[in-house]
T-cell receptor, first 112, second 114 residues
């Protein structure tokens, strides 16, 4: 059973701080990883994806991947109240599979 | 910016009735997906579709479910005989390629089975 695990939170950070969101996955064959943001009652919105070990930066967001530890993280710098949402980690297992396996998500609250 | 669209936004139906959820994927995308999210739970994969056939389906996607691309733009999910436990948000997604390509989600259809 392929699993993606996330701490459900809530994670509260003050405005302007760095928010750190973490995710682990069970399938060592997973090839690529995605971070989605989901506002309450809305659909998942793609923020970033990462395939290779190391860091990938896009604006205020940095995704980090460590395949040896089966660990993915998302850092949000200069957090804003509008970043308050649930952040979903998802993994592609590859090997002919087309599906994304999602974690339950971490709820982030940015306090003004 | 191109986006996935879904209709209706909310569908209420009685148990045992058939429902069809509709999606228009992003125009140059070739792979289409349905996911569902029961309230308070994780997003779950139902089915993927490519070249007019199902490429993968989950255990959830049993005989009561079917998908179709009736024309060049629409992609539909049919639930033949709805059950109370089918109540969920249903999301359509599309990607340009498969396997590691980014999937973009539509706004969802909230299905309520009474």
């Amino acid at each position: 059973q392929k699993e993606v695990e996330q701490n459900s939170g809530p994670l509260s950070v003050p405005e302007g701080a760095i928010a750190s969101l973490n995710c682990t996955y069970s399938d060592r064959g997973s090839q690529s990883f995605f971070w989605y943001r989901q506002y309450s009652g809305k659909s998942p919105e793609l923020i970033m994806f990462i395939y290779s070990n190391g860091d990938k930066e896009d604006g205020r967001f940095t995704a980090q991947l460590n395949k040896a530890s089966q660990y993915v993280s998302l850092l949000i710098r200069d957090s804003q109240p509008s970043d308050s949402a649930t952040y979903l980690c998802a993994a592609y297992s590859g090997a002919g599979s087309y599906q994304l396996t999602f974690g339950k998500g971490t709820k982030l609250s940015v306090i003004p | 910016e191109p986006e996935v669209t879904q209709t209706p936004s909310h569908q209420v139906t009685q148990m045992g009735q058939e429902v069809i959820l509709r999606c228009v994927p992003i125009s140059n995308h070739l792979y289409f997906y349905w996911y569902r999210q029961i309230l308070g739970q994780k997003v779950e994969f139902l089915v993927s579709f490519y070249n007019n056939e199902i490429s993968e389906k989950s255990e959830i996607f049993d005989d009561q479910f079917s998908v179709e691309r009736p024309d060049g733009s629409n992609f539909t999910l049919k639930i033949r005989s709805t059950k109370l436990e089918d109540s969920a948000m249903y999301f359509c997604a599309s990607s340009e390629g498969a396997q590691a390509d980014e999937q973009y989600f539509g706004p969802g259809t909230r299905l309520t089975v009474t």
